[in-house]
Every structure is written in structure tokens, then in C-alpha cells.
T-cell receptor
Framework: DAKTTQPTSMDCAEGRAANLPCNHSTISGNEYVYWYRQIHSQGPQYIIHGLKNNETNEMASLIITEDRKSSTLILPHATLRDTAVYYCIVRTTSGSRLTFGEGTQLTVNP | EAQVTQNPRYLITVTGKKLTVTCSQNMNHEYMSWYRQDPGLGLRQIYY???????DKGDVPEGYKVSRKEKRNFPLILESPSPNQTSLYFCASSLIMGGFISYNEQFFGPGTRLTVL
């Protein structure tokens, strides 16, 4: 699975959009980009995933660059409850596990 | 409500005293997995199961056992716990679709914080 690079931490004001970047320059053609988050030692929670097209669901939007070497998770109106560690994971549909790196600690401030 | 439950949520024990952490899911998922989370090391997979009676080692299986006698349950067994197994443990489950694990529908339990003295 391709390696990902994320900033260690980010801050965002409540009500503003939170844009979390992820670099995955070695991604291959059949690898998807997944985003999970973990709120203070709770179990990780799936947010969104995509292959090459931008995706949106009720939680977030995922923007993948045309060369697929990076992506951005967008939380359109961050709330205090969005404070969490956000993990960007790149993998194929096969395999037995998700490989979680250190992620980005997002802190939403009032 | 769809969920993965783990018991106990917190456990303090002593070296060598056998323990079992239970995991149960109510979503009829074929795939189940155990991870441990340690500071600076992220989540690492211990064991996983693709279906009843089918289990396999993950990245860090030493010192652990699992069983999958029923589809809904996947207990983690520590036969002789040691202090280096002090960690936060997560159980996860997911559908298998077309032979592949459906990671966009992978659910994690609330975690079990284990301390081995």
C-alpha cells in the first residue's frame, strides 16, 4: 500500500471549513484513498473514500488531484465535535487490514 | 442499532493471568479483526477472520489467540499476559463483497484499555 504524509496538527475555527491535506505521491492506479477519524481514543470511524473522482457525502467532501498524488478532506462547517485525529489511508480493495499512520490532529476552536 | 461491542472496556490485570476480551457485532459481517493501538505506533492488526472458523495472523499476533466459532463473536485471548501487552485494543467488523473487505463499511468497537502489571 502507498505511504501517506499528513501534517501532524491543524486548527480550525468553529463554523469554518476544515481542509485536511494528504500526500500520497506513490499511489498506484488501483489504490483508493480512504479517510477515517478517531475521536479521543474511541474506535476509528469511516468518513469517505474515492478513487479518482471527487466525492461528497453527508459528513465531508474528498478532493483528489488529477494526478492522484494528493487529496484534501473538507469538513464544510466544522464543529467542536469534529475535533479528532484524521487518518488518510491509501490501499487497494484487496488485503486484510487498514494501515493507520499517525494522522492529523484537528482541533476545532470556539 | 448497528454496532460492535467490546467487553470489558477497561481491565487491569497481572502478568500471567489469562484473560479474554470479547467482541460481538450485530451486522452479520463476515470479516472481523483485532487491532492494538500504542502511542507512536498507530493501529496494528493482531488477528483477523474472514468467516466462521477462518482466522489468520495480522502484523503482531505473538502472545494472542482468537477464535471464530460464531459469525457474530470474535474473542481475543491472552493466555499469559505480559506488561508489553498493555495497550488500547479495538475490534472491527466489515462486510465482504465480491471477495473483498468493504472498508467503507468497516465498523470499530469502542475499545478496551488493558493494563498488565
Amino acid at each position: 500500500d502507498a505511504k501517506t504524509t499528513q501534517p501532524t496538527s491543524m486548527d480550525c475555527a468553529e463554523g469554518r471549513a476544515a481542509n485536511l491535506p494528504c500526500n500520497h505521491s506513490t499511489i498506484s492506479g488501483n489504490e483508493y484513498v480512504y479517510w477515517y477519524r478517531q475521536i479521543h481514543s474511541q474506535g476509528p470511524q469511516y468518513i469517505i473514500h474515492g478513487l479518482k473522482n471527487n466525492e461528497t457525502n453527508e459528513m465531508a467532501s474528498l478532493i483528489i488531484t488529477e494526478d492522484r498524488k494528493s487529496s484534501t478532506l473538507i469538513l464544510p462547517h466544522a464543529t467542536l465535535r469534529d475535533t479528532a485525529v484524521y487518518y488518510c489511508i491509501v490501499r487497494t480493495t484487496s488485503g486484510s487490514r487498514l494501515t493507520f499512520g499517525e494522522g492529523t490532529q484537528l482541533t476545532v476552536n470556539p | 442499532e448497528a454496532q460492535v461491542t467490546q467487553n470489558p472496556r477497561y481491565l487491569i490485570t497481572v502478568t500471567g493471568k489469562k484473560l479474554t476480551v470479547t467482541c460481538s457485532q450485530n451486522m452479520n459481517h463476515e470479516y472481523m479483526s483485532w487491532y492494538r493501538q500504542d502511542p507512536g505506533l498507530g493501529l496494528r492488526q493482531i488477528y483477523y477472520s474472514m468467516n466462521v472458523e477462518v482466522t489468520d495472523k495480522g502484523d503482531v499476533p505473538e502472545g494472542y489467540k482468537v477464535s471464530r466459532k460464531e459469525k457474530r463473536n470474535f474473542p481475543l485471548i491472552l493466555e499469559s499476559p505480559s506488561p508489553n501487552q498493555t495497550s488500547l485494543y479495538f475490534c472491527a467488523s466489515s462486510l465482504i463483497m465480491g471477495g473483498f473487505i468493504s472498508y467503507n463499511e468497516q465498523f470499530f468497537g469502542p475499545g478496551t484499555r488493558l493494563t498488565v502489571l
